[in-house]
């Protein structure tokens, strides 16, 4: 959009003739309220002639959501300790846990993500290993076995 169509549609005072003025006034604030207030994010970029900006270009794109059945995961589950973990879950887990890099500062420092992993393996069988890092574990996937009524 041209800045002349932006400034018609808006119907902006002549002191936004100037591109820092329609900005901090016309563009800024309400794309920073936007962004603020509703599900959607909106960014825009400058198109120039030369050094002269002619017009902005908007991009709208939906704000990312949780996935289906993770709301509220750890809100149900924040009072729930991980069972033990089967063979089966360890052999899942241990790898992605090991390139988690939200976990890497509890990793041992200076080894491969091979040795990571085995360490992991071991790690994943204590349970204060399990209580203490269950948010790293909800993070990369572990779901809760589903309660008996």
């Known amino acids: 959009m041209t800045l002349d169509q932006y400034r018609q549609e808006l119907g902006t005072p002549k002191s936004y003739e100037r591109i820092n003025n329609l900005k901090e006034n016309a563009v800024d604030g309400p794309i920073k309220e936007i962004n603020q207030k509703t599900d959607i994010k909106i960014t825009y970029e400058n198109i ?7 017009g902005l270009t908007f991009t709208v794109k939906a704000k990312p959501t949780k996935k289906k059945g993770q709301e509220g995961l750890n809100q149900n589950n924040e009072d729930r300790d991980i069972p033990p973990l089967t063979v089966k879950q360890i052999d899942r887990f241990a790898p992605l846990l090991a390139n988690y890099s939200p976990f890497g ?4 420092s200076g080894k491969s993500t091979q040795e990571v992993i085995s360490w992991l393996h071991t790690q994943l069988r204590d349970e204060a290993f399990l209580k203490t890092h269950k948010k790293h574990l909800l993070a990369i996937g572990y779901t809760f076995p589903k309660q008996k009524s």
């Open 48 to 54: 120039k002639r030369g050094r002269t900006v002619t």
């Open 105 to 108: 500062s509890y990793a041992p």
